[in-house]
């Protein structure tokens, strides 16, 4: 088993977004942008795939423990930690009740305050 493989179980166990994944690494002070940690994740046949190496999850799994425990002067109970997260990445659902049609938003665009043209010369057929 690779660390990446390692990496993709802990994320996908732990439900964490990439944006997740790099405010925990950024608590160790170690910087990573989404796109390298998208890379993580791939295929490996994929042409853009890279090898996680031990540092990187080495600094995950730290930033892990701060994370869910706290540090010593602020602990957390982990529990309560993945608790809240829990509730926290439900995305809002979108209600369809507020949608219109199509019409009806074309129509709010259109500027009551123009009157119609008339055209002088029509055009003959």
Known sequence: MTNNDIFKKLRV???FRDDQIVDILQLVDFKISKSELGAFFRNEDH???MECGDQVLRNFLNGL???LRGTKEEPKIP???LL???TSTKRPTQKNNDRKDFKTKQMNKVDTAISSVKYKNKKKS
Do not use: I, R, W
Request: aromatic share 6%; net charge neutral; no cysteine.
């Open 13 to 15: 166990a732990l439900k």
């Open 47 to 49: 042409p853009n795939y």
């Open 79 to 81: 529990g309560e930690v």
């Open 65 to 67: 423990v701060l994370h």
């Open 84 to 86: 809240a997260m829990g």
